[in-house]
């Protein structure tokens, strides 16, 4: 299972680990980047659950970590 690494800012970076489709630790950033709808989706379930008050995300980037 590859580890995706997520930077919400420059001074924030956060690593989760999921099980993507059609990726592993050799894919491209490309391949993972086919992926961002559900990657984004499971981590703003992962944030509703630890901040149920709410978080607000003004970019999103990321890519797989190395």
Known sequence: MPKIRLQMA???ELNM???VEG????SRDWDVQQHK???YAEF???LK???PEGVTIHTFQF???R
């Open 17 to 19: 680990e999921m099980d």
């Open 49 to 51: 659950a630890a901040f």
């Open 63 to 65: 890519g797989q970590a």
């Open 10 to 12: 420059p001074e924030l």
């Open 23 to 26: 990726v592993d630790v050799d």
């Open 37 to 39: 709808a559900e990657i």
């Open 44 to 46: 703003e379930r992962r």
